[in-house]
């Protein structure tokens, strides 16, 4: 790793600036659309693929967070980055059909696009010893086993309560906002 960047300032970028810049996105996001009331336009479906693209990058986190990064973690991890990206067009060609998507939202959604992609390019140079088989010729590590060493506990409480606090937990409250909107107009 030291002919790149030294494996610690990689982790540090990845931790400190990556993954809270991620985070912090998603709830600029989910306040944006608290402010313009998506709910009333879009309904629950709008709401349910924002939660349903939290849960898509919430495996790759806690594959890396607990797993050695091995082909089949890093395909997993690449596999969901892209479908979060599919999951996010359609997403915004839906919301775009049914209400207007401000600049300031459409920043927000460059950086929830682009930030993923950023970790897994991160990932990737932090693992590229497992990953260059699968660009080379040469056997590539197909086994799945917990990560040895692992993350120091504090870390993984970290990463857990604040992808709850800050990913899972404003999705689900913004869904629950459409579903209470969708069932009061229903009655």
């Known amino acids: 790793m030291d002919d790149v960047l030294p494996a610690s300032l990689l982790w540090t970028l990845l931790g400190a600036v990556i993954y809270p810049l991620w985070l912090a996105a998603g709830v600029a996001d989910v306040l944006v659309h608290w402010r313009d009331r998506i709910e009333c336009r879009a ?10 693209m939290c849960l898509q990058m919430g495996v ?4 890396v967070l607990f797993l050695e990064v091995t082909a089949p973690v890093f395909l997993l991890s690449t596999a969901l980055v892209a479908l979060h990206g599919w999951t996010s067009w359609r997403d915004s060609r839906f919301a775009d059909s049914v209400r207007r998507i401000g600049p300031t939202e459409q920043k927000i959604h460059v950086a929830l696009d682009a930030v993923p992609w950023f970790g897994l390019a991160l990932i990737a140079l932090l693992h590229r010893d497992a990953l260059v088989p699968l660009l080379q010729a040469g056997p590539a590590d197909w086994s799945v086993r917990w990560r040895e060493p692992p993350f120091a506990r504090a870390t993984i409480i970290t990463v857990l309560l604040t992808s709850a606090v800050f990913g899972v937990l404003p999705s689900a409250l913004e869904l629950a906002r459409a579903w209470r909107t969708v069932r009061r107009a229903a009655l």
């Open 43 to 52: 309904g629950t479906r709008e709401s349910a693929m924002h939660l349903l």
């Open 60 to 63: 790759p986190v806690l594959a």
